[in-house]
């Protein structure tokens, strides 16, 4: 009799996640898939659709459970101090978690995958285009209508070119403190375009 299906593509996708974030896409064979996870090979072609599949699944389930709850303060806050404690927070975790660090699972993939797999370019634009909308609108609150729209998406787009290289910064730096320092500088130089408005 065969054995009771025990997970989910969502659990699977779930106790990868730290992996491909670590390792990235390369980084991990199928058969170290097999050996993490404890599925069969065949289960997880058939069950979950390949390596490919389940790499994909991870982004979902990164948006949820680190994307989501990390930039809320922003969404929920939209001023300019909300960018600047999203940046500070992240920069906490990963000092707690230890650095240096996985970076960025989106910018990871944006370097490795995003230029060879048109399904992860289309996540990685998703995720920066959310990130875009969320410093905008902050921008905008924070500049009281000051900033003509060209001025403030700039910024925006400044702002999440300047995290992602934040985050690759990450994997190579051992304390917070020059990332911090990244930030502040960052934060003063968006403060001093919206008071030149």
């Known amino acids: 009799m065969p054995r009771a299906k025990t997970y989910s593509r969502e659990s699977i996708a779930t106790e990868t996640l730290p992996h491909f974030w670590e390792c990235g896409f390369h980084g991990l064979s199928v058969d170290e898939l097999v050996k993490l996870t404890g599925i069969s090979r065949h289960a997880l072609y058939a069950e979950i659709g390949g390596k490919d599949a389940l790499y994909l699944s991870v982004f979902e389930v990164y948006d949820r459970i680190i994307v989501s709850p990390a930039f ?3 969404e929920d806050n939209k001023d300019l101090d909300s960018i ?3 940046f500070m ?3 906490k975790l990963a ?13 990871n993939a944006a370097i490795e995958r995003a230029p060879h797999n048109r399904e992860v370019a289309r996540l990685v634009t998703k995720h920066n285009d959310r990130l875009r909308r969320g ?3 902050a921008l905008a609150n924070a500049a009281s209508g000051r900033l003509r729209a060209k001025d403030r998406d700039d910024l925006a787009d400044y702002l999440v070119v300047s995290a992602q290289g934040l985050w690759s910064v990450s994997r190579t730096v051992k304390e917070g403190k020059p990332l911090r320092n990244f930030v502040r500088i960052m934060m003063s130089l968006v403060s001093g375009r919206i008071e030149q408005c």
């Open 95 to 107: 000092e707690e978690k230890g650095l240096p660090g996985p970076g960025c699972l989106i910018g």
């Open 84 to 86: 600047e404690t999203y």
């Open 72 to 74: 809320s303060v922003v």
């Open 135 to 137: 410093f905008s609108t």
């Open 89 to 91: 927070h992240q920069i």
